[in-house]
C-alpha cells in the first residue's frame, strides 16, 4: 500500500522543465529519501504535494485518493526556507499554525503542552521566537511540523539547518514516528546525510527519475562485486572465480588486495578459491557503494547515454 | 473558525498587541487637540495683549483715531522729529504720522516701527486713513452724517442648492469646502499608512520565510485576502479610537480654556481686514446662522455611506497592489521601485483634488478624476460635498468596485509566486510573465 504517488508528473517554469514525466510511489510506513542535486526537481515536486504550486499534468494520489485540499491536515511540512514569526509567542504561534493545519484549538493547546514538555521546553509559551536561541526555534519548528500528528511527514533538507544535537534529537523523534504509523520523506542533496536512514529512496536528476526502490535492492543491484582483502602469505593471482585488481603490501607485510568476483560466483567460493592459496586472512569485506556512488555511476552513464544519442 | 479568519485574526492581534500601536493610538489624539488649543491660546493671549498696544499718532490732518481692542492711539502734539525721540525712548508699538494731506491725493501716511510691520498691520492702518478720507470726500460732496451710517451695510450671501426634485437646501461653500477637504485627506491617509502596513507585513512573513509553511496550509489567495482584512480592521479600530479620543479630548481642552464657539469665531477675527468688522456682534451674524442651517442640512447618512464604500473600496484597491509589491522583493529598500508607481496615481488624485475638484467640482478633470478608479476614492469623496449628479456616483462606484476586484486578482497572481521567490532581482519583466504564468 502506497501512502503517496505521483503519475505523469509535469512542471514547467517559463519554458524551464522542472519535472519531467516524474513517477514515484511511496510505501507507508517507509523512510524516504527523495535524493538528487539542488535544481533537480525535488522542491517543486514538494511543493505540488503541499498544494503550494499545481502541476502542469499528471496525478497524486494520497492513500489511493486523489490529492486535495482535504489532505493538508495528513501533511507535516518542513520547507528548505523556513522559519517563524519572530515577534510571535511560542505558544500562540503554535495554536496558529497547528489551527491551519486544521487542529481544533483545545487539541492544539494539549498537544503543544505535551511537545514542548517532550523537548523539555515547557516554559517556552510565553516566550517570543526572537528571545529563544536558534537550537531552540528549531525545535519550536520540528514542533509545528509534527504536532497535527501528520501520516505523511516531509522534511526538505532536513539537517541543513540543524545543529548537530538538534538533528540527532529529531532522528530519534521521526523514528518514533514511524513506528506510530507515519510515513517520512527526506528530501536532500547531501545523500550520504539520510543514507542510513532511509528504507526506500529515489533518485531524481535534472527533472527525472533516474531510479526508485528500496535501498537494499538498489544498492544490491548496484554492487560492483569487488571484495577487499587483507592478508599474509605468497601473493594471490588471477584465477577461474575472481580477478586480482590491485595488492599492495604495507610495510607490516601485510597484502591490501582488491578482489573482483567473475560473473555467477559466490562470496564463498571466492574466500575457498583464496584459503586454497595458503595466506593468512586478516580481514575480508564487500565493497558496498554509497548512494552517491550509485548516483555518480547513473549519471555518468546517463549523461553518455545522451551524447550517444546525440550523435 | 474558517482559515482566512485564522489569518485575520492572527494579523489583527500581532499588531494591536504591539507597544507603538497603543502608543501611536494615543499620541495622535492627545497631539491634535494640544496642537488646537495651543493655537487658541495663543491667539487669545495675543488678543489681550493687543489691548495694551500703544501706538503714537502725529496727526497734522485731523483724523478720527478710535481706541480698539487691539490699538490705544495716543495723540502727540509736538512735530514729528520730537514724536520719533520719544517713541524710541518709550514702550509703544508704533508711530503713525500723518502729514496734512490733500484729499484728492493723499500721500506721505508714514508707520514707524521698530520692527518690520506685517501686512496685516501695514493694511489695518491704511484702512482707518482710507475710510476716513473717504468719509471726507462724501461729506465734501454733500452726503449728511445720517446718510453716511446708512450706507454701511453687511452683506452676505445666501446660496441655495436646488436639488432635482426642487427642494431647495441651504449651501454654504465654506462647509463644502471643509468637508471635500477632510474626506478626501482621510482616505488619502488610511490607504498610504495601512497600504504600506500590508506591504512590510508581506515583506516580513517572506524574510522570516515563514511563509512557505503557511502556505502548504492556506492558499496563498487566502492569506494575502486575509492579510488586507486584518491590517484594515486595525485601521478602523485605529481611527474609530481616534475620533472618540479627539473628540473628547477637544471638548476637554475648550473647557479648560473656557472657550464657547463664539470665543474661537472672536480669536479668528483677531485679524480684521477692517476695523468696522469687529463692531458685527458675531453671535448674531446672519452669515454664522446660515452657517449652522447649513450644517444642521448636510445629509450626513448619505455622506457617511459614500465615505464609507470609497474608504474601503480605495483601500482593498491599493491594498492588494501593496501585498503585491511587498511579495516582490526581499527587503523594504527593494521595494521602493516598485512603490512609487502605485501610490503615484493615489498622490496624482488627491492634488488634482487640489488643483481642480476644490475649484471647479463640475469641471472636466474634476469628472475623470472622480471616475477612474484609481484617483476617484480622493476625487470622488472632495466632488460629493459639493453635491454630484447620481448617475456619475453610480458609475465611479461600479468602477472602483471593478477596480479593486482586478488588483486584487493581479496582486494575487503576482503574490503566490512572489512569496516563494528568494534571493532573485524582480523586474517589471518578471512581474508580468508571473501574471500570465496560469500556475
Redesign the interface.
Known amino acids: 500500500m502506497h501512502i503517496l504517488t505521483a503519475e505523469n508528473l509535469n512542471k514547467t ?2 519554458q524551464n522543465v522542472a519535472l519531467h514525466d516524474l513517477n514515484l510511489a511511496i510505501p507507508k510506513q517507509s523512510i524516504y529519501g527523495l535524493l538528487g542535486p539542488n535544481g533537480a526537481g525535488k522542491s517543486t515536486f514538494i ?1 505540488i504535494v ?5 502541476a ?1 499534468s499528471g496525478l497524486i494520489t494520497i492513500n489511493g485518493e486523489k490529492l486535495s485540499p482535504k489532505h ?1 491536515g495528513t ?1 507535516g ?3 528548505e ?8 509567542k511560542v505558544g500562540e504561534q503554535l495554536l ?2 497547528a ?4 487542529l481544533s484549538k483545545s487539541d492544539a493547546k494539549k498537544r503543544i503542552k505535551e511537545w514542548l514538555e517532550r523537548f523539555e521546553a515547557g516554559d517556552w509559551l510565553g516566550k517570543k521566537v526572537e528571545d529563544l536561541s536558534k537550537g531552540m526555534q528549531q525545535k519550536v519548528q520540528f514542533i ?1 511540523t509534527v504536532m497535527h500528528e501528520p501520516e505523511l511527514i516531509i522534511l526538505d533538507e532536513p539537517f541543513s539547518g540543524f545543529d548537530p544535537i538538534n538533528a540527532n534529537l529529531i532522528k530519534d523523534e521521526i523514528l518514533k514516528l514511524r513506528e506510530k504509523g507515519s510515513t517520512i520523506i527526506f528530501s536532500t542533496h547531501r545523500m550520504e546525510s539520510v543514507e542510513e536512514l532511509c528504507d526506500h529512496i529515489a533518485l531524481i536528476n535534472k527533472s527525472e527519475k533516474i531510479i526508485e526502490g528500496e535501498k537494499s535492492a538498489i544498492k544490491d543491484e548496484y554492487k560492483s562485486h569487488i571484495f577487499k582483502l587483507a592478508y599474509k602469505g605468497n601473493q594471490l593471482a588471477d584465477n577461474g572465480g575472481y580477478q586480482l585488481l590491485s595488492s599492495e603490501q604495507d610495510l607490516n607485510g601485510i597484502h591490501h588486495a582488491k578482489l573482483k568476483l567473475n560473473e555467477g560466483a559466490s562470496s564463498s567460493e571466492l574466500l575457498r578459491a583464496v584459503l586454497g592459496h595458503d595466506v593468512e586472512i586478516i580481514s575480508f569485506h564487500e565493497e558496498i557503494p554509497s548512494i552517491s556512488d550509485i548516483f555518480i555511476k547513473l549519471v555518468k552513464d546517463n549523461h553518455l547515454e545522451v551524447e550517444a544519442s546525440a550523435q | 473558525m474558517s482559515k482566512i479568519g485564522l489569518v485575520i485574526r492572527r494579523e489583527f492581534e500581532s499588531r494591536v498587541k504591539k507597544k507603538s500601536f497603543l502608543l501611536v493610538t494615543i499620541l495622535v489624539p492627545l497631539i491634535f487637540p494640544a496642537v488646537i488649543g495651543i493655537m487658541v491660546y495663543f491667539a487669545m493671549e495675543e488678543e489681550k495683549s493687543a489691548e495694551q498696544k500703544q501706538v503714537y499718532v502725529v496727526d497734522e490732518s485731523g483724523f478720527d483715531f478710535e481706541n480698539d481692542r487691539k490699538y490705544a492711539f495716543d495723540k502727540m502734539n509736538m512735530s514729528l522729529d520730537e514724536a520719533k525721540v520719544m517713541f524710541s525712548e518709550s514702550d509703544a508699538y508704533a508711530l503713525l504720522y500723518v502729514p496734512k494731506m490733500d484729499i484728492e491725493n493723499p500721500d506721505g501716511l508714514t508707520l514707524y516701527m521698530k520692527n518690520n510691520p506685517s501686512l496685516d498691520v501695514s493694511s489695518f492702518f491704511e484702512n482707518i486713513v482710507e475710510s476716513q478720507i473717504r468719509d471726507r470726500k462724501l461729506k465734501a460732496s454733500g452726503i449728511t452724517e445720517e446718510q453716511l451710517d446708512k450706507l454701511k451695510t453687511n452683506i452676505s450671501l445666501r446660496a441655495i442648492n436646488m436639488t432635482d426634485s426642487g427642494e431647495e437646501k441651504e449651501s454654504s461653500a465654506g462647509i463644502a469646502f471643509g468637508l471635500a477637504y477632510a474626506f478626501s485627506f482621510l482616505v488619502y491617509l488610511f490607504v498610504l499608512i495601512y497600504g504600506s502596513q500590508i506591504m512590510q507585513g508581506v515583506i516580513e512573513e517572506k524574510s522570516n520565510k515563514i511563509v512557505e509553511i503557511v502556505v502548504s496550509s492556506i492558499k496563498p489567495f487566502q492569506l494575502m485576502i486575509g492579510k488586507v482584512i486584518g491590517v484594515a480592521a486595525v485601521g478602523i479600530v485605529q481611527f474609530a479610537i481616534w475620533v472618540v479620543l479627539i473628540g473628547v479630548l477637544s471638548s476637554v481642552v475648550f473647557s479648560v480654556f473656557n472657550l464657547t464657539p463664539e470665543d474661537i469665531q472672536a480669536a479668528q477675527n483677531t485679524m480684521p481686514s477692517s476695523p468696522n468688522q469687529e463692531l458685527v456682534s458675531s453671535s448674531m451674524n446672519p452669515e454664522m446662522l446660515q452657517t449652522m442651517q447649513a450644517v444642521y442640512d448636510i445629509p450626513y447618512g448619505y455622506y457617511i455611506s459614500i465615505f464609507i464604500f470609497f474608504f474601503i473600496s480605495g483601500y482593498l484597491l491599493y491594498g492588494a497592489l501593496f501585498a503585491a509589491v511587498g511579495s516582490a522583493v526581499d527587503n523594504i529598500s527593494d521595494a521602493q521601485q516598485f512603490t512609487l508607481p502605485v501610490t503615484m496615481p493615489m498622490i496624482i488624485g488627491f492634488l488634482g483634488t487640489f488643483m481642480f475638484v476644490m475649484r471647479e467640482p463640475d469641471g472636466n478633470v474634476s469628472f475623470w478624476l472622480s471616475i477612474i478608479p484609481f484617483t476617484s476614492p480622493v476625487a470622488m469623496m472632495a466632488r460629493v460635498a459639493f453635491g454630484v449628479p447620481t448617475w456619475e456616483l453610480i458609475l465611479s462606484m461600479a468602477l472602483m468596485i471593478a477596480g479593486f476586484v482586478f488588483t486584487i486578482w493581479l496582486a494575487g497572481r503576482i503574490y503566490r509566486i512572489g512569496i516563494l521567490m528568494h534571493g532573485t532581482k524582480v523586474s517589471y519583466k518578471t512581474l508580468f510573465k508571473w501574471i500570465k504564468t496560469s500556475n
Open positions: 517554469f517559463y511543493r503541499n498544494q503550494i504550486i499545481d502542469d493538508i501533511i511540512y518542513l520547507p526556507e523556513r522559519g517563524l514569526y519572530k515577534k510571535m496558529y499554525l489551527q491551519l493545519k486544521g509545528s
